[in-house]
């Protein structure tokens, strides 16, 4: 089992930025996927960025240009660099991993880390 814990969110104005962590408590080298996605209130939770196990991203039309996600498989830890924040980024970050092993999927969440732009 994966555990994942969220760090980073926060309160910051429009124009800042924020760096968000998951630490997970396993080794990640070998999960495939690592994932960030929000939830705003009254909202679906959204897909955000995807990091490979090569370190290959991809993202939210929303956020390319200004989020960037990244993985140190040394320190087991994922990260979102988030820079020009607007008002609509406010949400609950969470950080998500995906992999299949012995022909089983497995996937594991973070409790989540709230960040809130200002006007």
């Known amino acids: 089992q994966v555990q994942l814990a969220e760090s980073g969110g926060g309160l910051v104005q429009a124009g800042g930025s924020l760096r968000l962590s998951c630490a997970a408590s396993t080794s990640i080298s070998s999960i495939a996927v690592m994932n960030w996605y929000r939830q705003a209130p009254g909202k679906q939770r959204e897909l955000v960025a995807t990091?490979?196990?090569?370190?290959?991203?991809n993202y939210a039309d929303s956020v390319k240009g200004r989020f960037t996600g990244s993985r140190d498989n040394a320190k087991n830890t994922v990260y979102l660099q988030m820079n020009s924040l607007k008002p609509e980024d406010t949400a609950v970050y969470y950080c998500?991993?995906?992999?299949?092993?012995?022909?089983?999927?497995?996937?594991?969440w973070g409790q989540g880390t709230q960040v809130t732009v200002s006007s």
């Open positions: 990091i490979s196990s090569s370190g290959n991203t």
């Open positions: 998500n991993a995906k992999y299949w092993r012995d022909y089983k999927f497995y996937e594991y």
